[in-house]
């Protein structure tokens, strides 16, 4: 039993290490390929330049950007962290209500309740309107 549990660990530290070792290696191997002339370094105030879409940057300051964006990039994240929770215990219900019972039922209650005061404070703020007539 003890071996299986710490079987699961060890695939835990093997996705790990080639989680790190394959991008620092990819950025090693581009780094030592220039000193073979494969990838030479030749910076210039072009390549340097910001880019964005094409456009050369007409200001040293970025334009301002609109907050609203962000409320709608962190409502998104809510419902997406919503359904990656809601997900796996939708396709296991069957098998932890025989182990569980109601109290997995009561923590998913629980969290959607919580999710929608969110949604509902987000509504009443008027977070949700792209046009507001202040």
């Known amino acids: ?20 070792t394959v991008p620092v290696g990819m950025l090693m191997a581009s780094y030592m390929a220039q000193f073979i002339k494969v990838r030479p370094s030749r910076p210039s105030s072009v390549k340097e330049s910001a880019y964005e879409g094409g456009m050369p940057p007409l ?11 962000y409320y709608y990039a962190l409502l998104f994240v809510v419902f997406d962290v919503e359904t990656v ?3 796996p215990w939708a ?3 069957g098998v932890m209500t025989r182990q569980f019972g109601f109290a997995a039922l009561g923590a998913v209650l629980v969290f959607l309740i919580v999710v929608t005061f969110a949604y509902a ?14």
């Open 1 to 20: 039993m003890f071996e299986d549990y710490f079987r699961q660990y060890v695939l835990l530290v093997i996705f790990a290490i080639a989680a790190v």
């Open 59 to 69: 200001s040293s300051r970025p334009a301002r950007f609109n907050f609203r964006y």
């Open 85 to 87: 929770f809601l997900f």
């Open 91 to 93: 396709v296991k219900y």
């Open 121 to 134: 404070y987000a509504w009443r703020k008027r977070a949700l309107e792209w046009v507001t007539n202040e």
